[in-house]
């Protein structure tokens, strides 16, 4: 008997923090497997309650509405994504920054009113931004802003972070493959698929939906990409770019129409595409080689509906 044949695979998917969280996974018995992605799925719905900055009721608002006046006691899944936004803050040198916040929510504004902001504006948001500004104490598992005016926005780390702990529980219970996707954001790869060698992602050709420019092989590893017409909302004609610089204020301008990172934590990907795609193609070659185990694929306009591909790795 085949290993198909031994294996159920579940196909099964949750709108969830604003993106459609799928999960295609193999197990022995069918009901056990179903059962474990919905559990998967259920842990993603309760941490949107934790990370997302604009439901007034969840954990990260009220963090970001008292913080500044006190020592916060948070759950230890927030203090995890914090410590990890610090790390990253301190490794790309403020390039990533989930304390960006005001600059997000003026732009967000911005793309609301069809009004760009004046540079004065921009000013005054950027001001608000810096990690420095946010201290962890790890004994106490509290936060504290030390600026007044500090919003946190998780939205660059979050879903990874979420597809990160959907795989923990698929792992813990013992299921053999499965394929963790959070839109077309943030995906992870656990074991291989019946028959295969690897799971094959596809990253979608700029311009031809339909095509791949490129394809990423994973065996227990995450893949996320930033940027590009496939990371917007399909439904939305956007006016201004939607990753903002946290040092600048200002929307991405580093010629890079998408930026794909390869690694083993989903929330470590996610957060480096997006850096990536900031700072553009010199930064994330030299992060790579400084960094073992990150991979980038890194994709340029270099005319009109003409595309470059540059790969690179740790």
């Not at 794909?260 to 850096?275: E, F, N, R, W, Y």
């Amino acid at each position: 008997m085949s290993r198909l044949e031994e294996t159920f695979t579940i196909d099964i998917s949750r709108r969830v923090m604003a993106s459609e969280f799928r999960i295609i996974l193999g197990a022995t018995d069918e009901y056990y497997a179903r059962q474990v992605a919905e559990a998967a799925l259920d842990e993603v719905t309760r941490l949107e309650k934790v990370l997302n900055c604009f439901d007034p009721t969840s954990e990260i608002s009220y963090v970001n509405g008292n913080a500044y006046e006190k020592n916060i006691a948070v759950s230890p899944d927030l203090f995890e994504i914090l410590q990890l936004s610090l790390k990253l803050y301190r490794e790309t040198c403020g390039a990533f920054d989930v304390t960006a916040g005001r600059i997000i929510d003026l732009w967000r504004s911005a793309e609301k009113s069809g009004f760009e902001p004046d540079a004065k504006t921009i000013r005054e948001a950027a001001a608000l931004v810096g990690m420095q500004h946010v201290t962890l104490d790890d004994k106490a598992g509290t936060v504290r802003f030390e600026r007044r005016g500090l919003l946190i926005n998780l939205g660059g780390i979050g879903k990874g972070y979420a597809v990160r702990k959907a795989a923990s529980i698929l792992k813990e219970y013992g299921i053999p493959f499965a394929l963790i996707s959070s839109g077309n954001s943030t995906i992870y790869a656990l074991g291989t698929p019946p028959n295969e060698k690897n799971w094959r992602i596809g990253i979608r050709h700029p311009s031809k939906p339909a095509e791949r420019i490129a394809v990423v092989e994973l065996v227990d590893g995450a893949l996320s990409t930033s940027g590009g017409p496939q990371q917007r909302d399909e439904f939305v004609a956007e006016l201004y770019e939607h990753i903002i610089d946290p040092l600048t204020g200002e929307p991405a301008q580093s010629g890079l129409v998408s930026a794909s990172v390869i690694t083993q934590d989903p929330a470590i990907a996610d957060a480096l595409s997006t850096t990536f795609y900031l700072k553009g193609k010199a930064y994330a070659t030299e992060y790579c080689k400084t960094h073992e185990g990150v991979k980038a694929i890194l994709v340029e306009e270099i005319e009109k509906g003409m595309y470059t591909i540059q790969t690179g790795g740790g």
